[in-house]
């Protein structure tokens, strides 16, 4: 005879699972994003290891309901999912973080090969808006980050560091759109002043042989 056991949940166990279940998701997303930006962290081991310390809750959990170790004592299972919802929380904070580590650092390598003229010709409110706008996001970022409490869910300051981070990226979009045309203008601008510097060589040469024939002229 087969060993059929049912597994059930009381409510505020389904609302915690369900509420862990969907940071988890969006962490997921979160990290396959990161592979976009820097494809060597796609392992990033802080956010990785909080992952697997939640899975592990959620394997303690489910053994218990399970009947495949005794059962513990009452409140075991809500403790242990509440575990889980902080790991999978803190990997959250930990993977945001790394994104925007990531998307800045990107930002700087990537327009570090252009011009300022380029860069100011072809995004225009780089200089007025984006430059003055990213040491404001690191400076909230650093508050967030410092009153963060791993014994409580702030759903209002994770949500504000997403937001940061979703300004960010649509930064890096911007820029990422931006890069052929900073190209093009930065190849076209250096063909004028070639074209120039030989135009102006031309010009000292026939001054220098108009001195020379006047000089000839006069002796």
């Known amino acids: 005879m087969n060993d059929k056991t049912t597994l059930t949940f009381d409510v505020r166990e389904t609302e915690k699972i369900k509420e862990t279940v969907e940071l988890y998701l ?14 060597d962290s796609y392992t990033f081991p802080q956010a990785i290891n909080e992952l697997r310390n939640a899975y592990d ?51 700087i390598n990537e327009l570090k090969l252009f011009s300022p003229s380029a860069i100011k010709e072809v995004i225009p409110n780089y200089y007025s808006e984006i430059i ?34 979703k300004e960010l990226s649509d930064i890096r979009q911007q820029i990422k759109d931006s890069l052929s045309a900073l190209i093009d203008y930065d190849s076209k601008r250096k063909k004028e002043i070639r074209f120039s510097d030989v135009k102006t060589l031309i010009i000292g040469i026939i001054i220098c042989l108009f001195g020379v024939l006047i000089g000839i002229l006069v002796e």
């Open 26 to 39: 969006f962490v997921k997303e979160l990290l396959l994003y990161n592979e976009i930006i820097d494809p």
């Open 57 to 107: 809750h959620f394997n303690r959990v489910l053994a218990e309901k399970l009947n495949i170790v005794e059962k513990k004592e009452d409140g075991y299972s809500i403790e242990s999912l509440n575990k889980a919802l902080g790991h999978v929380y803190r990997a959250c904070y930990d993977t945001l973080d790394w994104l925007s580590i990531n998307i800045k650092e990107e930002l």
């Open 132 to 165: 003055i706008s990213i040491p404001k996001y690191e400076r909230r970022i650093a508050e967030l980050k410092a009153r963060k409490d791993i014994s409580t869910i702030n759903s209002n300051d994770l949500n504000e560091f997403a937001d940061i981070v």
